[in-house]
Every structure is written in C-alpha cells, then in structure tokens.
C-alpha cells in the first residue's frame, strides 16, 4: 500500500474507534502490538489506582468509625430506677472544647482550652483517648469510651521496662473530681476494631452538685500504683452541656461486666 495515497478516516461500525488503514499492513504490525500493549498497560494502571485510592479511603474509614458498643447509652439498674422515677430525666453530652471564663477579682475574661487530652507523650500523639461522654444528674451516672491503640501498649513496655503485658485487662479505672473525692463503682463493655479497643465504662454515685469537675483516672494493672499512668477530663461544668435522645429502656444492657473501684 503507498503510504502517500489520500485516504478518509471513517468510523468502524463494530468498534466506535476511528479507522486505521495502516494497521492492517504487514510493514507495521510490530508497531501495532505495541501500541495495543502499552494502551491496555495503561488502563490497566489508571484502574488499579482508583481502585487503590477507593479501597484506601474506605479502609480508612472503618478503622476510624467506632463499634456500635462505643457510642451507644447504657441502661443500668440504677439509670431505669431513675427513669421511672423523674419526669425530666435526661442525658447530657460535653465537647471537651473551650470555654469563656471571668476572673472574678478583675471582670477579665479570657478564653480557657479543655481538649479531653492532659499532654504527656501518651495522650499527645493520641494514643489513648476518651469520647461520647454521656451524664445523667438525675441517676448520679457517668458514662465515656476509652480507647487505645498498639502503640499504647508499645508504650506500656518502654515504660514500664517489662519483655510482655500481663493478661487480662490492661487497665483499671477511677473517676476522681477536682477535689480528690471519687466517685462510684465501674461497670464496662468491650470492643475492638483494627488496631484500636475500646471500653464503654459506666460509673454510679456521682454527686453532680459538688464536682466542678472529673477525671477519668487509668492505671495499668501490670504496676500496681496510686497514681493513675494517665488521667482524662471527661466532665467540666463550666462547659454547656448538650441534649442527647435516648430510646425508653427495654432493660439493663447485656455484656456489662463490674470492675469495682
């Protein structure tokens, strides 16, 4: 075929592409072999990486998103008494944000920072953490998720110069006020998804009127101690707190397991 004759481009019908005269030519089938590997090579890379960044997001997504056991409202014996008993009987939330506060001496205000997050190496790259921080003044009842990840217990053997963790619970825990008093009995779930657990804790006897504030204490049970290994705000009445719709009780909430203090 002379590569100098004029030709018109049309469309093949059993393809859509346009027409190529010269790919039927002997001269250039080498280079129409490649042209058709090195077409498909790409397609192939430009699938397999949406594909990737899809997958990427959505994995991320789910180590991210708390189990069910994490954000839900514990019903115990002593959150029904009280749901029968009062009428406004309700369950309040906090965002350990900020909040204004008023020097009474001066009349200055300043803006004071709580970020649920006491500092030290531990809470600073977010190893362990505290959400969904549930209350009920009318049941004197705390509730808040605790959760940690490995690094948390990588954490725990640097510190604590130990070859292994000890089995069975890691933790144990205290809630304490402003004051130094502390405050009920502990009740928990568990959970756990990828690298994080998770544990709903449940406290009981809390007087809401004498504690400005509360302090989620943590202890590592491998080293007995008096002092908590971390400690997270998880109550500030300074703080306004938000409403939070809870469903009438069916009864007390399955899995619970008491610690005590």
Known sequence: MDENVYYDNYMDDNDGEQYDPFEEDPR?????????VVKFTAKTLVYVLVFGVVAALLFR???????????????????????????????YSQKMLSYMW??????????????????????????????NIHFVKRAGQLQVTFRWNQNAEKNLLTDFKIDSLPAGELFRFTLEDEKGNMYGDVRYLSGSRYVYEYRRLVF??????????????????????????EQLIVYDSYIEPFEIETEAPKGVTKGLVKTGK
């Not at 020097?103 to 959400?131: L, W």
């Not at 004498?210 to 101690?225: Q, V």
Request: aromatic share 16%; net charge negative.
């Open 61 to 91: 997504v789910y180590t991210i998103q708390e189990p069910d056991m994490a954000t839900e409202f514990i019903w115990t014996e002593e959150g029904m008494a009280a749901y029968d008993k009062y009428e406004d009987f309700t369950v």
């Open 204 to 229: 009981d006897g809390i007087d809401f009127s004498a504690a400005n504030e509360l302090y989620l204490n943590i202890y590592f049970s491998g080293h007995p101690s008096l002092e908590p290994y």
């Open 102 to 131: 008023t020097d009474p001496d001066t009349g200055e205000s300043k803006e004071v920072e709580r970020d649920s997050f006491n500092g030290g190496k531990v809470i600073g790259d977010q190893t362990m953490c505290v959400s």
């Open 28 to 36: 250039y089938k080498r280079y129409y072999k490649i042209k058709r």
